[in-house]
DNA sequence: GTACGTTTTAAACGTTTGTTTGATTCCACA
DNA sequence: TGTGGAATCAAACAAACGTTTAAAACGTAC
C-alpha cells in the first residue's frame, strides 16, 4: 500500500494520542508502547518526534493547555460592562468549562489534576503559566465584591473559598459519578453547578461584607 | 504465640515505610527496593509477609485510615448538647487535621487524594467505607442549619460546597505552599482555616435560608 | 533514473521491574 | 544439644521498561 510519509500527521496523532493515555494512567504507569500502539506508530516515533519521553509529557501538557484556554478564556461570555457578579460567575464557569466542559478538556482538567498530585517537575510550568494569574483574576473579583471595608486577608480566604468549591468538582468527580450516577456533567449540569457556587459564594461575601461594614472586622459571635 | 525471629517488626516496620514511600511517589512510580531499601530488609519480605506488591498497598492504606480516624474522628471535640454550628465546625475541623494534621496523617490524606486521582480499585473500599458515611453526616448537618423550608437538592449542593473548600487545602497543599511558602499548615493554621471555612459557610447558608423562608424557593432578583 | 536527506521500521540494547528460589540463620522446644 | 519450622538473605528469574540502532522506505531534487 502507498502510503505517504507524513512527519506532521504523526507528530499530531503521537501528541493526541499520548494526551489520552497520560489522562487515563499518569505519567509513571503510561508506557511508550501504549501511546504508540494506540496511535498506531513505531515505538521510536517518540524518541525520533519528541526526544524522549518525559520532554512528550511536558509538550502534552502545554498542548491540552493551550487549546483548553483558547476555547474557554476565563473572560468567557463576559462583555465590557459586566458586573462584579457577572465576572464571578465566568470565571467559575469558565473554569468548570475548560476543565470539564467535553472530551478534550477533561483530558486537560485530569493532566492538571493528576500533577497537583503527582508533581513531575511541571507543576512550577502550571503554576506560574496558570494557576497564579487565575488565581489573581479571582482574588480582584472578590476584592472589588467585598469592598474598601475588608482586608487583604480575607479576601484571599474567600477566594479559596470559591475555587475549592470549583476544584472539588474537579477532583471529585470519579467519586460524585459513583455515588450520584445520575450527574453526567453535560453543559447543562456544568451551568447549573456555576450557578450554585456562585449563588453559595455570594451569599457568603454579602453576608461577611455587611457584617464588616457594620461592626468594622470584629467577628461576630 | 511462638516468636521466632521478630516477624511483627519486620511487618510493622514495612507497613510504615510502604506508607511513606507510596505517599511520596504513588503505586506505580514505587518500587519494593525503595521501600525495602529505606526499611533496611531485604526485597523479598514484601513478598514473604504480604504475597505481592498491590496486597501491601491495600494494607497501607487500610492502616493509614484506622490510624486517621482513631486519632481525629469526624466527631472530634463535640459533646452531647453541641449545636449545628459546632457540629460544622468539629466536622471540618477534624477533616482538615485527619487529613493534615500532622506528618502521619498526612501520609493518610496523600494516599487517599491519590486513590482519587488515580483509582487502583481501592476507591470502591474507601468509598463504602469512609465517604458515604461522612458525607452523609455532613448532609445531615446542613439540613439541620437550613431548615424544612430549603429542598434537599440544595442541601447537597451546599453540602458539596462545603466539603469542596476542605478538600481545596488537601489537594492544593503543594500549590499553596509554593505561592504562600509562610503557609505551613501547622495545628494553628488549620484552627485558623477551619474557623474561616466555617465562617464562609455559615454566612452562605444563613443567606440561602433566610431568602428561603422570606420569599419561597425562588432566587432572589 | 540516480542520489540525498527525512521518516519509518523491526530488532535489539542495557536496565529495572516484581517475583521466586534455595540456602542460611534464627529461636522455641525437646 | 540437637531438631524443625519460621524468617531472612543473596542471587537469579522472566518480563517489561525507555531508548538506541542500522537498515529500509519514502519524497524531492537533479
Known amino acids: 500500500m502507498i502510503m505517504k510519509i507524513d512527519s506532521a500527521e504523526t507528530h499530531r496523532r503521537l501528541l493526541e494520542t499520548a494526551a489520552i493515555v497520560f489522562a487515563e494512567h499518569g ?45 474557554y478564556p476565563p473572560t468567557y461570555g463576559l462583555t465590557a460592562d459586566s458586573t462584579p457578579e457577572e465576572r464571578l460567575h465566568a470565571f467559575v464557569r469558565s473554569f468548570l468549562l475548560r476543565t470539564l466542559g467535553d472530551e478534550q478538556n477533561r483530558v486537560f482538567g485530569t493532566l492538571t489534576m493528576r500533577e497537583m498530585v503527582e508533581p513531575t517537575g511541571a507543576l512550577d510550568m502550571i503554576i506560574e503559566e496558570g494557576i497564579r494569574n487565575l488565581f ?34 474537579l477532583f471529585g468527580r470519579p467519586i460524585i459519578t459513583r455515588m450520584s450516577p445520575e450527574q453526567k456533567f453535560t453543559k447543562d449540569d456544568i451551568e447549573k453547578i456555576s450557578s450554585e457556587i456562585v449563588d453559595f459564594s455570594l451569599n457568603a461575601l454579602n453576608g461577611i461584607m455587611s457584617r464588616a461594614t457594620r461592626h468594622g472586622t470584629r467577628p461576630s459571635s
Do not use: P, W
Open 27 to 71: 505519567f509513571a504507569a503510561t508506557t511508550i508502547r501504549m501511546i504508540c500502539g494506540r496511535a498506531k506508530v513505531n515505538v521510536a516515533a517518540v524518541n525520533y518526534h519528541f526526544g524522549n519521553k518525559e520532554a512528550l509529557y511536558r509538550e502534552v501538557l502545554r498542548h491540552v493547555r493551550r487549546c483548553a484556554y483558547e476555547k
Open 136 to 169: 489573581g483574576e479571582l482574588l480582584g473579583i472578590v476584592g472589588t465584591l467585598l469592598g474598601a471595608d475588608v482586608d487583604a486577608e480575607t479576601v484571599e480566604s474567600c477566594s479559596r473559598s470559591i475555587i475549592g468549591q470549583c476544584v472539588f468538582y
